[in-house]
C-alpha cells in the first residue's frame, strides 16, 4: 500500500483517509503495518547488536534462547517489543511503552484488532471503534520516528552502519 519512499505524513495521511472513507478495518490494518515497520526500523538504526545480524535474528521465526546464541526475536508487537527492551532500551533508556506510549492499552487493542481481522475471527470493525486505536497506533509510530531522529537516524533511509560506541 506504500512505497518505500512515502514519508510519514503521506502514509498516515493515506491511513487516516481510508479511516475517514468508512473503510475502518483497512485503516487499521495500514496503521499497525507502519507501527511495526517503524519499530524495527528503529530497532536496527539504534539496536546494540551489528545491523546484519540483527536483521538476521528478526527474520527468525523461532526464538533462540539457549545460552551464548543470539535470540531469534518472534513477529508482531510482543516480539518488537522484546528487541526494543534487548537491542535499544539497555543504551539508550528509552522505555518502551511507558516512555513514548501514553496510550499502550489502546496500540495493543490495534494490533489485536488487526490480527482478529487477518485471522478471520473478525470480519470488520466499526470506525467509533477502530478510531482510538488507530491514533494510538499513528501516534507511537510519530514518537518512534522523532526519537530516531533526534538519535540521528531518519528512517527512511537504509540503515547502513551501527555507530561503533552501540555495537557490543
Not at 82 to 88: G, I, M, P, S
Amino acid at each position: 500500500m506504500f512505497l518505500v519512499s512515502d514519508s510519514v505524513d503521506s502514509r498516515h495521511r493515506r491511513i487516516r483517509e481510508f479511516f475517514q472513507n468508512g473503510d475502518a478495518s483497512i485503516a487499521i490494518l495500514l496503521a499497525v503495518i507502519d507501527l511495526e515497520r517503524t519499530l524495527r526500523r528503529a530497532i536496527l538504526a539504534l539496536g546494540c547488536t551489528p545491523t546484519k545480524e540483527l536483521n538476521a535474528q528478526m527474520r527468525s521465526r523461532r526464538p533462540n534462547r539457549k545460552p551464548g546464541k543470539p535470540i531469534g526475536y518472534r513477529s508482531g508487537l510482543d516480539g518488537l517489543h522484546d528487541a526494543w527492551k534487548h537491542e535499544v532500551q539497555r543504551w539508550l533508556h528509552v522505555k518502551l511503552p511507558r516512555d513514548l506510549s501514553p496510550r499502550w492499552t489502546d496500540v495493543r487493542r490495534a494490533c489485536d484488532i488487526r490480527n482478529e481481522l487477518v485471522h478471520g475471527s473478525r470480519a470488520r470493525t466499526s470506525p467509533k471503534f477502530a478510531m482510538r486505536p488507530i491514533d494510538a497506533a499513528l501516534d507511537l509510530s510519530r514518537r518512534i520516528q522523532d526519537l530516531a531522529l533526534q538519535q540521528g537516524h531518519d528512517l527512511q533511509k537504509p540503515v547502513r552502519r551501527r555507530l561503533k560506541e552501540h555495537v557490543r
